[in-house]
């Protein structure tokens, strides 16, 4: 079957990169905040209804996650109301829903990678709001993929990435943060890895039996972890002179040297901001490799596809 699919979010990280591998799995609608707005159901209804898909994916959110402590009923409303409404409406027209989630539903008590069983417990408003609308998701009665992520980036928009490298243009030292481990993950393979799950399950039957059969929450992150400190030196350390020359790179410096000499690690105290963040959330992605028999890259060989040219494929290892 070829499904109709409705995107929503399309300019975000996720988003974007769906918006372009998607085409070759069905017929993609992809409407923008005017026509769809998360903050008024009516809309959210009426495009559903009216396009009638086989799939709805939700790549949008509210993503700021320190902007999310003083302003909860926003973030809930976009959170929490609009995805319930979303599964919803996917139930009603018979659509699959696939709406993304976050490592910030744990508190990072753990120690040890978390499974989806692992009871979520977060620590701050955005992550509450993405838990609650993972319930929302979960009590509609619609078929649906929750994937939960972490640590998004990507060569545009607003990420750690390109926030590194616009600093390294302006300091000479840069201070992260080193007591948070977590999974950076490329949403160039967060789009692929859909992509695939998705080929897998509306390829081979005209009907929902094999969406049916694999309902429920599945951790997608990259393979491997680090902290944000070692991140920035990685990033620091892959942006060599050849990189500089690549178009976003040089969008992102203005074309500028990077300056920076010394990447100095501090802890989350000393990096005070509105919103707690959890010392470890770690995904465990077992439960996608049994499932769908295929592992997400390293995070720091997606860091590497990430700054390849267009059309260079970095050697993608395995991690089943
Ligand atoms: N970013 C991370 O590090 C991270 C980590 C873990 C999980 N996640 C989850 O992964 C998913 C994708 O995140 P992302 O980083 O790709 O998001 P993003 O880049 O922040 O993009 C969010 C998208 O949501 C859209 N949006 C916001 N409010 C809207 C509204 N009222 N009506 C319609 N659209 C609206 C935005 O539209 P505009 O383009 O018009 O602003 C944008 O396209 C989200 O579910 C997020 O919670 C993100």
Redesign the pocket.
Known sequence: MNPTILL?????????ELHGVLSGLGKVEAP??QQ?????PDSIRRVVRKIRPQLII????????DSAEADEAHAR???VD?PGLLAEEAKRVGAGLV??????VFDGLKGEPYDEADPASPLNV?GRT?LA?EEAVRKSGALYLIL???????RR????LLTVLRLATEREELKIVCDQIGSP?Y?SD?ATATNRILAGIYERRRDMSVFARVVGTYHMTAAGQTTWYHFAKTILEQASAATLQIEWVAATTKGRPLITQRVLPITSDEYRSPARRPTYSVLSNSRLARTFGFALPAWDIQLQQCFAPDGIEVARQRHV
């Not at 929503?8 to 974007?16: A, R």
């Not at 939700?58 to 996650?65: E, H, I, K, L, M």
């Not at 709406?99 to 910030?104: E, L, P, Q, V």
């Open positions: 929503v979010g399309k300019n975000g990280q996720v988003g974007y923008d905040r769809l707005d998360l903050l008024n939700n790549a949008a959110a509210y993503t700021a996650v409303a976009i959170n609009a709406h993304y989630s976050t490592d910030y955005y993405k609308g939960r992520t972490s640590w998004i980036y990507a928009r607003r990420n750690f993950t949403a967060i």
